[in-house]
């Protein structure tokens, strides 16, 4: 095997694996989504948890929250704010989508530019929905 | 060494392409399961296990009986069955990837299968057996691939295979105890709440193991040049023999137990296998087939000059195979379930689609299977030859 | 394209997490949140008991409220009925029931299924027509909870055997455990067959088991099970370690059984016949 025919090779499997950023570079890309506070969520001057790690940590905090309800049967999350909020994706008015009414802008905007599918609403029900 | 495994004959390549086939369609068929879920399956709220964990159990026992050439070889130093040790050591290799391939096509959210290591729970039986299957999975492969290596740079094994030997003989009567134990622990099951069900495990596994071992040693015998020594193929028929008298004989004391006990929540099940419940009985003919074969099978290989006739052995050994297929898979896990802990009778059969996908689990051992063999015979022929 | 993107990143999530990327961040334990650490905590109109037991009296119930208490349980739970009408635009391509595939929280059994080593030549005419509700029995040594290999069944300090269906698997060891039937897998998404889904409780996903949970989510709110409520006073839940409660009183004025009592399991559930 020549020298050529590794680095050929090479070249080749580098191409292939960046194959991702190639399709993005040829095809159109969106803006990301602008997330935006509507409803009471935009009234309400309490939050969970910063803005920032709610973006980054939303995920972990669920996965503790579920676990808190399901496994502890605690319902309460009483925040570093002093603000309670009931550990629930969808049930009561202090529950998540309780505050953020709209699933779509608040939850799926994101997950689908980003094309995380996660599976909470395979189960969840989102109470406008079945409305 | 891999590359001896590219290298082959045209009806070697048929076979291949034949069994990737199979992986296909078998694959196809899994994936309506995987995105419709278990409802494909003749599966139900009353018998929740099927096909594939019964099928899973009997290959548990297949990989089991690879150690019934380890035994002799390396603790006896019984010479004769060198040749073969080997084998017996990959079909284990090939076994246990269908008994993991069976695990997981019978998970009702695959996905999520490592929460199984995410939260340990060693409570649960399922736990060790994950332990015990993995462990044994990964001994055979190392000590195959390493002896079969040395083998073939006629060099000394390295010395550090010989305790991985020695430890592979306690796994493979672990995974089978163990797999006994997922069954005969839970209380509300009177068909496997007994203690002899693990040795009755272990008896039909050294039994299925070594009877299909002879199978694939006339196979190789008429594909390859490789010739495991008819000596070798004796000795192994001796003991499918002994234990699938052990099998059948732990079966009648099963019996006894349980019609002159007479206790009817252990009773109904074997009722429902042997002679049918209550007008339910799906699975009668293919029990008293499965024992008939076994019995048969037991018998001809008792007599030295039926044992010894190169044309009754292999029907002797499929035979014996395909009872203790059926008295494990068929009939233990339905048995359990028919009728149910509420006395209900439900009855059970697999789908077509179950049963396509059950077949992509054997071709894809079969692939494990004929790929690890071609390398071993291979190696064998280049050596002796 | 999209979808199979959008594949390809689910088994690299799947793969990550097998790697071990555990939740780095504990936001109840951190206190790098503002002032006041964040806590967990109950509601405080919940409902508490250290081993919850429920008291049956199967004289009060008769076929018309044995339907009315299953379907009061079914229906806030969203469990799924097989002869419910699929809406076909809704969800176009819902394939044939297998009605052996049901699956059933509560439930009602005749006398000799409920109590299968009770069964007498001689018994009582009555018992064979009483409808006997059958549930999860909420053992104390509950079988299903040594079996299953993830701890998605595991028993509450309270005695409630709960499930935790986003960690269950699938494996149905459980269903081979329980010794009462009392456990359903589901074999496919149930979604199609709740005629109208409850916003209190979420539905499941096809490839988990289920079962009764106690109705954990309404004693947390200070609520009583459906069951109770639906049963106009023939069921009675309570804690079994208070001699003062609702239940220890039914218990010590009446004769009680439960199933199959000889495996050990102790289930909770008591019936007065």
Same mark, same amino acid.
């Given at each position: 095997m020549t020298k050529n025919m590794i680095m050929g090779g090479l070249a080749v499997f580098v191409l292939a694996v960046l194959s991702p950023f190639w399709f993005n570079m040829v095809t159109t890309t969106q803006a990301a989504p602008?997330?935006? *506070? *509507?409803?009471?969520?935009k009234q309400a001057k309490k939050c969970v948890l910063d803005t920032y790690d709610m973006r980054t940590s939303h995920m972990s905090l669920l996965d503790e929250w579920r676990d808190a309800v399901v496994r502890d049967a605690d319902r309460i999350y009483v925040a570093a704010n002093g603000h309670a909020f009931n550990m629930s994706l969808s049930t009561g008015e202090n529950s998540c989508l309780g505050?953020?009414?709209?699933?779509?802008k608040f939850c799926d905007a994101c997950h689908t530019y980003t094309s995380?599918?996660?599976?909470?609403?395979d189960c969840h029900t989102n109470p406008k929905e079945i409305e | 060494m891999l590359e001896i495994a590219v290298k082959g004959s045209k009806k070697y390549w048929v076979w291949i392409i034949f069994l990737l086939i199979v992986i296909g369609i078998g694959k196809l068929a899994y994936l309506d399961q995987f995105f419709n879920g278990l409802m494909i399956t003749g599966m139900s709220r009353d018998v929740s296990w099927g096909f594939y964990i019964a099928n899973f159990t009997f290959l548990v026992g297949v990989a089991a009986g690879g150690v019934m050439v380890v035994i002799p070889y390396y603790l006896h130093d019984y010479e004769k069955f060198h040749r073969i040790t080997i084998l017996g050591e990959f079909l284990a290799v090939a076994s246990l990837v269908m008994c993991l391939l069976f695990i997981i096509v019978d998970l009702g959210q695959p996905v999520r299968m490592l929460n199984v290591l995410l939260y340990p729970s060693p409570k649960s039986m399922l736990f060790y057996d994950m332990l015990v299957l993995n462990g044994y999975l990964f001994l055979n492969i190392v000590i195959g691939w390493k002896v079969l290596e040395a083998e073939r740079n006629q060099v000394e094994p390295p010395a550090w295979t010989k305790p991985l030997i020695y430890l592979s003989i306690p796994f493979a009567i672990g995974i089978h105890t163990v797999t006994a134990y997922l069954y005969c622990g839970l209380p509300g099951r009177g068909f496997w709440l007994t203690a002899i069900l693990a040795p009755r495990f272990l008896a039909s596994a050294f039994a299925a193991g070594p009877a299909f071992l002879i199978i694939l040693c006339y196979i190789i015998r008429k594909f390859t040049k490789f010739d495991p020594g008819w000596e070798a193929m004796q000795t192994l028929s001796k003991i499918v023999c002994y234990a699938i008298i052990a099998n059948l004989f732990f079966f009648l004391c099963e019996v006894f137990v349980v019609y002159y006990s007479n206790i009817p929540g252990h009773k109904t099940h074997l009722q429902y296998l042997l002679f049918g419940y209550h007008g339910y009985n799906a699975l009668v003919p293919w029990m008293w087939s499965g024992f008939i074969m076994m019995g048969v099978g037991a018998v001809m290989l008792v007599i030295p000059r039926l044992r010894s006739n190169y044309v009754l052995l292999p029907v002797a050994c499929a035979m014996i195979f395909i009872g203790a297929w059926i008295d494990k898979g068929l009939g233990m896990i339905s048995g359990g379930f028919v009728p149910s802990p509420l006395h209900h009778v439900t009855e059970y059969a697999p789908t077509g689609q179950e049963i396509i996908i059950t077949l992509g689990v054997y071709a894809a051992g079969f692939l494990v +299977?004929?790929? +690890?063999?071609? +390398?071993?015979?291979?190696?064998?022929?280049?050596?002796?030859? | 394209m999209e979808q199979s993107r959008r594949r390809f990143l689910k088994v690299a999530g799947i793969a990550a997490i097998g790697l071990g990327a555990a939740p780095a961040i504990n936001f109840a334990a951190s206190d790098s949140h503002g002032p006041g650490a964040a806590a967990k905590v109950k509601n405080e109109a919940a409902l508490h008991a250290e081993r919850w037991g429920m008291v049956i009296d199967i004289k009060k119930i008769d076929d018309t409220l044995a339907r009315k208490i299953s379907m009061a349980c079914h229906l806030h739970h969203n469990v799924p009925d097989f002869t419910h009408e699929v809406d076909t635009q809704l969800y176009p391509k819902t394939r044939p029931v297998n009605h052996k595939q049901e699956i059933k929280w509560i439930w009602k059994e005749k006398f000799h299924y409920a109590f299968p080593d009770k069964e007498d030549e001689f018994l009582n005419e009555k018992f064979h027509?009483? @409808?006997?509700?059958v549930l999860c029995n909420h053992c104390k040594n509950a079988p299903c909870?040594?079996?299953? @290999?993830t701890q998605a069944t595991f028993s509450r300090e309270d005695g409630i055997v709960m499930m935790d269906y986003h960690r269950c698997i699938g494996c149905r060891f459980c269903m081979a455990a329980c010794p009462y039937g009392s456990r359903s897998f589901n074999f496919r998404d149930p979604r199609p067959f709740i005629d109208e889904t409850h916003p209190d409780f979420p539905t499941r996903s096809k490839g988990v088991v289920e079962k009764c949970n106690f109705c954990a989510e309404r004693l947390a709110k200070g609520e009583q099970p459906h069951c109770v409520e639906a049963s106009e006073g023939a069921i009675v839940v309570g804690d079994l =370690?208070? @001699? =003062?409660?609702?239940?220890?009183k039914l218990l010590k004025e009446h004769y009680t059984i439960r199933r199959k009592q000889s495996l050990g399991t102790e289930p909770s559930v008591y019936y007065i016949v």
């Open positions: 602008e997330p935006e *506070l *509507l409803g009471p969520a505050c953020h009414e709209d699933k779509a995380v599918d996660p599976y909470c609403w | +299977l004929t790929i +690890l063999y071609k +390398l071993a015979t291979t190696v064998k022929e280049e050596v002796n030859g | 027509h009483l @409808p006997f509700m909870v040594q079996a299953c @290999p =370690e208070d @001699p =003062e409660s609702d239940v220890r």
